[in-house]
């Protein structure tokens, strides 16, 4: 204000500028989504007023197949809704809490300065709302999380989620955006238990999970929930961390990250394989597709993925780039270099290596071939890898006539929903294509006549005469 100008212009100047700024401010509801959907880009270039309306709700889903978990959550989902606004942005921020719920909850904004990120002034109990009001100074990909106590147990039980401030000049145009939150679970039960599973306070304080999973459920993205992209598109990921405890590390089997805005701000790495997604924190990912196929989303901190559930998948269709990528073009025996062995020593050590030709027993084919998804014990890996022990799928088609569908699922892989001893699986195995026909015999005999399992053997020409049904010569590519 003008030091020159006299009390009454100045308030003349106050009450016609001043509401007349306000009142330029364009009011809108922020969209809201649920993940892995991400609310479309904002394109207006001037603040807003935007209010943004979320519900708590407290309930019954799915951890893991045939686990059930009582969740808390931000709109019904783990993560939470995604809210997206654009820096310079205020914000009517309304948290109702669904009077069906027994708890109180508030929310803690980390895109809010100011005390609490809003956890005081949002405090609510069952049956009621709250509202507060906010100005998104700072751009970037923030986590929210509830803040009541006990605040680990609230997160634990899923209540965080991502807000996204879109900084005033946009990222570049992407084909696809996707909203994806990791997360750790205590359960009283361990890994596969079934049933209603209780939330362990023992577990939590040992950060000793028995669930690492993204978007609240070990089946979040995987089978028909995979996200989905083609070939020649470029994608985004929005990556939160609710925790409570663990860090990620988070990558995506079979693509290199073209940037990363790692810690969700605003300058950007490029060319990342792995990127740490702290607890409570994000990272924005993007990377183009170059060729197609599956690519896994892991935590890179292996166990987790392959024992507790951070495994989600991205499904590209369009054609294979063999520019970019072969598939398999050669398997040969490898010996290593027999002739220096031979200098060193004066003669090759041959403890350490298979002289080519050996023939492998059943046992060994399967700990090399198989083991991996199926484990050593064939029980599998509930919901992810179907037993191979007493399998009715694997009995009925092991001691069928022609045998040739059986013999195609480790020559040609699986996908789609199956059953398998009354449980559902929607995975994908891939083809197993370095097998010699005798050798396939070999493990198919094995399989099928161990853990109790039995079917007739199989011979050498039964596997060379499906796969010429089949139409996979030995040494094809998988795919
Ligand atoms: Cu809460």
Known sequence: MHRACGVVLCVFWISVFGSAAKAELPVEKAILTVPPEVPPPITRTRPAKVVVEIEVVEKVGKLADGVDYTFWTYGGSVPGKFIRVRAGDTVEFYLANHPNNKLPHNIDLHAVTGPGGGAA???????????????????????????????GMHIANGMYGLIYVQPEKPLPKVDKEFYIVQGDF???????????????????????????????????????????????????LFVGNGGPNLVSSFHVIGEIFDKVYYEGGT???????????????????????DTNGTYILVDH???????????????????????????????????????????????????????????????????????????????????????????????????????????????????????????????????????????????????????????????????????????????????
């Open 121 to 151: 002034s949002t405090f609510t109990a069952p049956g009621h709302k709250s509202k507060f009001t906010f100005k998104a100074l700072n751009p970037g990909l923030y986590i929210y999380h509830c803040a009541t106590a006990p605040v």
């Open 301 to 479: 901190s292996i166990f987790r993925t392959f024992n507790k559930g951070s495994l989600g998948m991205l499904k590209v269709d369009g054609e294979q780039n063999k520019a970019v990528y072969s598939g398999k073009e050669v398997d040969e025996i490898y010996l290593g270099d027999e002739s220096v062995a031979k200098n060193l020593k004066g003669k090759p050590d041959t403890t350490a290596q298979e002289k080519p030709g050996k023939k492998l027993d059943g046992k060994t084919l399967y700990a090399r071939n198989c083991a991996m998804c199926h484990q050593e014990s064939g029980l599998g890996l509930e919901g992810v890898f179907p037993p191979l022990v007493k399998s009715d799928y694997m009995y009925k088609l092991a001691n069928k006539k022609d045998r040739t569908e059986l013999i195609s699922i480790p020559l040609k892989g699986l996908q789609g929903k199956i059953t398998v001893n009354g449980k559902e699986y929607n995975g994908i195995m891939t083809a197993v294509s370095n097998l010699t026909d005798e050798d396939l015999a070999t493990l198919l005999t094995w399989v099928t006549n161990t853990w109790g399992n039995s079917a007739p053997a199989f011979t050498t020409e039964e596997i060379k005469k499906a796969r010429t049904t089949i139409g996979n010569g030995p040494g094809a590519g998988g795919h």
């Open 267 to 289: 300058n950007f790495q490029e060319h990342v394989q792995t990127t740490i997604v702290p607890a409570g924190g994000s990272a924005i990912v993007e990377f183009k597709l």
């Open 186 to 236: 205590y359960t009283k039960g361990k890994f596969g238990v079934k049933g209603h599973q209780p939330f362990s306070m023992e577990r939590a304080i040992d950060e000793n999970p028995s669930y690492v999973v993204f978007n609240g459920s070990a089946l979040s993205l995987t089978g028909d929930n995979a996200i989905k992209a083609k070939v020649g598109e470029s994608v985004r």
